[in-house]
C-alpha cells in the first residue's frame, strides 16, 4: 500500500527534484503549491531557479499523462502525483491559509505525511494533529561527517620506517577514504604526517614545504594538510570546513593565486559567495554590478589585501583592480556563475553552508576541463531558514564524495585568530 505524502513549496525551492526522491508514495502537491512556485518568477535569485525547476518537472508529468492530474498521474519510479484543488470560500482566499485547510481535508479522508522544510508549517500541522517531519532526503549527519584526517597510533619502529622510507603499510584494520591525511605517533615524542594514496594502498609522507605560498606558511598541522589538498592538480574538488579564524579562506585564496601566476597551471582565479542577506539577488541595489558586490564581497577583498601586503604589491586596491581588468581575478555573484562553462579555472565558493545540494550540484556541473573548485565554509553558521548544519548543501557534498580520489577534504579544528576570537567561536 503507497503511503501518502503532502508535499509543501518549501521542499520544492529547496529540490526542485524532490518528486522524484519519494518511491512507491501517493504525492499530493496543494494548488497552493503550484500559486506560491509561480509567485517566484518575479524574482531572479537561486529561489526562483528552483521554483521554475519544479515547475518544469511538474508541467511535464502532467503534459506527458495519460490521466487527469485531479485523478493522479504516475511516475516513472512508482510514485503517484495528484495536485489537490478546493473551491475558495470567502475565508480562504491566501494560498498560505488555504494549504492548512486543504491539509484538513485530505487528513480526514486518508492517512497523510506533511512534508516540508518550513519549521512554521510544522508547527501549524502539529496544531491541527496532522503529522509532519522535514524533507530529509538530502540529509547527512554533520557531527558523524568524514572529516578528512584521522588520528593512528603505531609503534616507534613504524615512525622511523616511515621516514626512511616514506611510506607506511595501512593496519588491515584500518578502512581509509582516498586523500585521507593521517596524524601517526608513537608515545609522546614520535610523531608522522602522511596522506592515503588509493592508487598505491600506502600512506605517503607528504613533501616538505620550505617556502611559503603567496606569503602564507601553514600554522597547524590541519592547515598544513589543507595547503597540500589545495596545491595537487589531481585533486579537482576540495572542501575545507572551519570555524571563523581557522585560515580556511585565506588558504585558499594564497593557493589560488600560486597556481594561477606562479604555476600558470590554471587562467585565472575566480571567487564567489552566496548573497545570503539579500534573498540571494542583488538586482534591486542601485549602482553597477560591481559596486553592489564590493559589499557583499569585502571579506574576499580583505584577505586578497593582506595577501597583497605580505607579497609587497604596493597599493593593495590598484593592485587588485589591475587583477581584475586583466580578467586574472573574477569577484562574481553565484547568480551570474549558472550557465557559465568555466574551463582552466581555480573557483573558490566561500560560505558554501549557505547553498542547497541542488545549487552545490549547478555549480560543480559547471567546471570546465582543467578547472578546480574549493568550497569553504561553517555547517554551524546557516543563514538559511529552510536548512541546518545537516541538510545544507556543504554537508551534503562531503557525505556524497569523500570516497572518490578527485576529492580531498580537511576538517579545521584550530582557530588562529586572537584569543579572543577564537574564544567567542568555541563559547559563544
Not at 384 to 412: C, I, P, Q
Request: net charge neutral.
Amino acid at each position: 500500500m503507497k503511503k501518502t505524502m503532502v508535499i509543501d513549496t518549501s521542499v520544492f525551492i529547496y529540490d526542485p527534484e524532490a518528486l522524484f526522491s519519494f518511491e512507491n508514495t501517493r504525492i499530493i502537491i496543494p494548488f497552493p503549491v503550484i500559486e506560491e512556485l509561480e509567485a517566484f518568477g518575479k524574482f531572479r535569485d537561486e529561489s526562483a531557479k528552483n521554483a521554475s525547476r519544479a515547475l518544469s518537472n511538474i508541467r511535464l508529468l502532467l503534459e506527458n499523462a495519460k490521466t487527469k492530474v485531479t485523478d493522479g498521474v504516475l511516475l516513472p519510479n512508482g510514485s503517484e502525483l495528484r495536485i489537490e484543488v478546493a473551491p475558495l470560500s470567502n475565508d480562504d482566499r491566501r494560498g498560505k491559509l488555504l494549504t492548512l485547510e486543504l491539509l484538513k481535508i485530505i487528513a480526514k479522508r486518508e492517512p497523510m505525511v506533511f512534508v516540508t522544510k518550513s519549521l512554521g508549517r510544522r508547527v501549524r500541522a502539529e496544531a491541527l494533529q496532522i503529522e509532519s517531519r522535514d524533507y530529509e532526503s538530502k540529509r547527512f549527519s554533520f557531527r558523524s561527517l568524514y572529516r578528512g584526517f584521522r588520528e593512528l597510533q603505531v609503534s616507534q619502529e613504524d615512525i622511523e620506517n616511515f621516514y626512511k622510507n616514506r611510506y607506511l603499510d595501512l593496519p588491515l584494520d584500518v578502512v581509509p577514504s582516498p586523500n585521507e591525511y593521517f596524524f601517526m605517533s608513537a608515545g609522546e615524542n614520535h610523531f608522522a604526517l602522511g596522506r592515503y594514496y588509493v592508487s598505491e594502498g600506502k600512506i605517503i609522507a607528504l613533501k616538505a614545504m620550505d617556502k611559503s605560498v603567496w606569503g602564507i606558511k601553514p600554522l597547524n598541522t590541519e592547515q598544513r594538510c589543507a595547503l597540500d589538498l589545495l596545491l595537487r592538480d589531481d585533486v579537482k574538488l576540495v572542501t575545507l570546513i572551519g570555524q571563523a579564524g581557522s585560515g580556511k579562506t585565506i588558504l585558499a585564496l594564497a593557493a589560488a593565486m600560486h597556481k594561477v601566476f606562479d604555476k600558470e597551471t590554471y587562467n585565472k582565479v575566480l571567487v564567489s559567495r552566496p548573497i545570503v542577506p539579500m534573498g540571494r539577488d542583488i538586482g534591486f541595489l542601485p549602482g553597477l554590478k560591481e559596486d553592489k558586490l564590493m559589499h557583499w564581497m569585502q571579506p574576499i577583498y580583505d584577505n586578497m589585501e593582506v595577501l597583497f601586503s605580505i607579497n609587497r604589491m604596493g597599493n593593495s586596491s590598484e593592485a587588485l583592480q589591475a587583477l581584475m581588468d586583466a580578467k586574472k581575478l573574477e569577484m562574481e555573484a553565484l547568480t551570474y556563475i549558472r550557465g557559465r562553462s568555466l574551463p582552466k579555472a581555480f573557483i573558490i565558493i566561500d560560505e558554501a553552508q549557505n547553498l542547497t545540494p541542488h545549487e552545490i550540484k549547478t555549480i560543480i556541473s559547471r567546471a570546465g576541463k582543467g578547472t578546480k573548485i574549493v568550497l569553504t565554509g561553517d555547517p554551524t553558521q546557516i543563514d538559511s531558514l529552510y536548512f541546518d548544519e545537516n541538510s545544507n548543501g556543504l554537508t551534503y557534498l562531503v557525505g556524497k564524495f569523500h570516497h572518490l580520489a578527485l576529492y580531498g577534504h580537511m576538517f579545521m579544528t584550530r582557530t588562529e585568530r586572537s584569543e579572543l576570537a577564537a574564544a567567542a567561536a568555541t563559547i559563544l
